[in-house]
């Protein structure tokens, strides 16, 4: 798997679940459902959120890639199993690893915008938000039928007055459109916040090493 697919996944990691704001419907615990196309090739993928910890986890040919990362955008480790060639890996970055991912992130501020529509059933409102380091303006569609916990680690989405149901993705000069598909609550199943005893422990440059990055 090239690492150029895996940054636009760790991107996309940081805004699965990005905000908490004054909506209909309250979730402590569930599951986002998300499309997205990484690399040309359309991903499915799945977001499961509690009050301090999420993960994200997608395939990609015949890996299980899940990315787990706390609420206080501190932590975050990048679990890889690929069953065919029995690889079971766990990177973790460090902390600066970390505070250098979110460095990288934009800066946005947000003009709300009067168009509305419905996207997977939610009711959404425009907003444009506009990059302050690059001038870069994106389209952005926010609800506020419901209320999700801060567990992802997208501080440039929190300020714009919404859950976002369809948005942009930023990783590392990338980037990636991204539509919510669904949002149902409910418990993750067990397990999927922490790294199982049977996954290899290794750095993020050996992730890197690993699926041919430079």
């Known amino acids: 798997m090239n690492f150029k697919f895996l940054n636009v996944a760790l991107g996309l990691a940081l805004t699965a679940t990005a905000m908490s704001a004054s909506a209909q419907k309250k979730y402590t615990e569930g599951i986002v459902a998300l499309t997205t196309n990484m ?4 991903v499915d993928a799945k977001g499961y959120f509690r009050a301090d910890s999420s993960a994200f986890t997608f395939t990609a040919g015949p890996a299980t890639i ?3 990362t706390d609420a206080g955008g501190k932590s975050m480790a990048v679990l890889v199993d690929v069953p065919v060639a029995s690889i079971k890996k766990a990177a973790i970055a460090t902390p600066d690893e970390v505070d250098q991912a979110m460095a990288e992130m934009p800066t946005l501020t947000f003009a709300p915008g009067t168009e509305t529509k419905q996207i997977s059933g939610f009711n959404c409102k425009k907003v444009v938000a506009t990059d302050t380091k690059t001038q870069k303006t994106y389209d952005l569609w926010i609800t506020n039928d419901i209320d999700v916990p801060i567990t992802g680690i997208a ?4 300020a714009a007055g919404g ?32 790294i199982p005893a049977d996954f290899d422990k290794i750095s993020m440059d050996d992730l890197k090493a690993m699926s041919g990055g430079r």
């Open 155 to 158: 501080k440039y989405y929190r």
């Open 39 to 42: 690399r040309g090739q359309q």
């Open 163 to 194: 859950f976002p149901i369809q948005y942009t993705s930023f990783s590392q000069g990338q980037t990636t459109e991204v539509t919510v598909k669904s949002v149902t609550e409910g418990k993750a199943p067990a397990g999927t916040f922490g």
């Open 66 to 68: 899940k990315i787990l």
